[in-house]
């Protein structure tokens, strides 16, 4: 049984897609389009045109008019954050269609769409809309030491940085582009946005929505492909801004992109993040390290893909992950039973289960899963991996897909070290009912993101990003603003 699928959604796979430029729908330059696959079959979903680098050009060209001499930067803050929330209310309005099309094309369940990645989108553009009117500089009481007795007039200004790239993955489709285009909105910045090449459609009905919320012509542009328009936007001369999500790999190929005129940068990177649970943790310890793992088919970057155990509690907390991995209805995103879909694409489908081989060939043992599920779409079995040490491919590296790595640990005073022995600083739990001791490791945990008795909790108010490898700046909350504004003192002598 599957879910009925919503009118609009069926005539939008159905229909073609081509690139959005300028407010307009455009075929790409090169005349080529590309398919995008249903994970859960492996079968063609729909078609869409292929971006590649004059597609770029003709997008950058239209967002630096809208920036320099369009409509967006003239208008008010309070106009544009009229516009910005409608698109929050658009996104709602549209809930159970904007969540079967995600379900469709990334293979996440259509249930959790619906409650998370649709209203989570919603609610940053809501939130962002408030923003557009207090963006503000400060007033300055400068000293001048070698101009004694001058008087000063002194201040700053927070402008908005120009013309943004935005480069996105597969993971969380539209989410990702509204954690991208709300807050550049906000500050007054146009857009040339490129989704994944494995998910564009959200991002093609967004800019649709956007259209209709009155953004204006060339303030959003949306470009799917390959990584061809991912280098060209990152290269541009023309582009002030690039902002990346994805694989710590590219995100430095971005950076060295970026350096040709300098342009700023932000990074939302990769993860191999800790979770830690003390042999003190409520039961709900068990249930909360399954979900830090499983949510999104462990296609999370923050996902807590090591999980370390108190020995006292080692044996009983990963035997319950283990159960509850068992449990877990993996089946089509449109299946109303389904707990965990299919990985994303086949590449990753091969990347998981080539990890799954590597772990069990250097002695790790799988309390669950393990393997691959049915015998079409690119369905792997929740995984609990134990027996396993610091030096294994499988603990070291990211693997973003429904697999946990277990291990005990007895010594409190090196948890830390250990749980930091990662080039990825994204996120960490905590599961302890000592809340002096979870503040005292929360100090000591090099990460962004720490969840203390709690995991994967999101909101547009709470700053997200990484230490270390995992990335450059913070997406949400007010810190996100500083990626897309430049601040000017302007100095007076009065
Ligand atoms: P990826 O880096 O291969 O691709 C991400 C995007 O970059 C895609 O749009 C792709 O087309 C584009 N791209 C590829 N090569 C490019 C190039 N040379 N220049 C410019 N753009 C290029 O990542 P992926 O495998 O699709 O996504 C999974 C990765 O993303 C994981 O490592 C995960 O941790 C990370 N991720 C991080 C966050 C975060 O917020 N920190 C969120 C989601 C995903």
């Known amino acids: 049984m599957t879910v009925t699928l919503d009118k609009n959604v069926e005539a939008f796979v159905s229909t073609p897609h081509q690139l959005f430029i300028n407010g307009q729908w455009t075929d790409a330059a090169s005349g080529k389009t590309f398919e995008t696959p249903d994970p859960a079959t492996g079968e063609t979903l729909a078609r869409v045109a292929e971006g590649d680098a004059e597609d770029i050009n003709r997008a950058v060209r239209a967002a630096r008019s809208a920036f320099d001499d369009g409509p967006w930067s003239k208008m008010t803050p309070s106009e544009r954050g009229r516009i910005i929330w409608r698109i929050g209310d658009l996104i709602a309005e549209h809930n159970d269609e904007l969540a079967q099309l995600e379900s469709l094309d990334n293979g996440k369940p259509f249930a959790v769409a619906k409650v998370a990645d649709v209203p989570l989108s919603a609610d940053m553009f809501w939130y962002m809309a408030g923003w557009a009117t207090k963006i503000e500089g400060n007033t300055l009481s400068i000293s001048v ?11 700053t200004l927070r402008e908005p940085v120009g013309v943004v790239g935005q480069i996105i993955p597969w993971n969380f489709p539209l989410l990702m582009a509204a954690w991208k285009m709300a807050p550049a909105l906000a500050a007054g910045c146009t857009v040339v946005l490129k989704p994944a090449e494995q998910t564009p459609l959200s991002a093609l009905r967004l800019a649709e929505l956007m259209a209709e919320a009155g953004v204006p012509d060339g303030v959003v542009n949306v470009v799917p492909g390959f990584a061809e328009p991912g280098a060209a936007l990152a ?12 694989s710590t790999e590219v995100g430095k190929l971005i950076v060295h992109a970026a350096a040709g005129n300098l342009k700023k940068v932000s990074l939302e990177l990769g993860g191999k993040s800790p979770n830690i649970v003390f042999a003190d943790a409520d039961d709900s310890a068990v249930a909360g390290a399954a979900n830090a793992i499983f949510f999104n088919h462990g296609q999370c970057c923050v996902a807590g893909s090591r999980l370390f155990v108190e020995q006292d509690r080692f044996d009983e907390v990963v035997h319950g992950v283990a159960d509850i991995a068992k449990s877990i209805k993996v089946g089509p995103g449109l299946d109303p039973g389904t707990e965990m879909g299919p990985l994303v694409s086949q590449e990753q489908y091969e990347r998981v289960t080539g990890y799954l081989e590597h772990g069990k060939s250097e002695g790790a043992t799988a309390l669950a899963g393990g393997g691959t599920h049915g015998d079409r779409g690119y369905f792997v079995q929740p995984t609990v991996l134990t027996n396993t040490h610091g030096n294994m491919k499988v ?18 005073d090196e948890i830390a070290a250990q749980a930091n022995d990662t080039p990825y600083g994204l996120g960490a739990g905590i599961w302890t009912k000592d ?24 909101d547009a108010a709470l700053p997200f990003g990484g230490y270390k490898e995992s990335g450059w700046g913070r997406e949400m909350g007010h810190e996100v603003l500083h990626n897309y504004t430049e601040v000017k003192a302007v100095t007076t002598l009065l």
């Open 145 to 155: 030491p070698y101009m004694p007795g001058a008087n000063w007039h002194s201040y």
């Open 235 to 246: 290269a541009h001369p023309h582009v002030d801004k690039v902002a990346f999500t994805g």
């Open 395 to 412: 603990v070291r590296e990211e693997i973003f897909g429904p697999v946990v790595v277990a291990q005990p640990f007895s010594d409190l």
């Open 435 to 458: 809340i002096s001791k979870a503040h005292a490791l929360a100090k000591k945990l090099r990460a962004g993101s720490i969840y203390v008795n709690c995991y994967n909790v999101f």
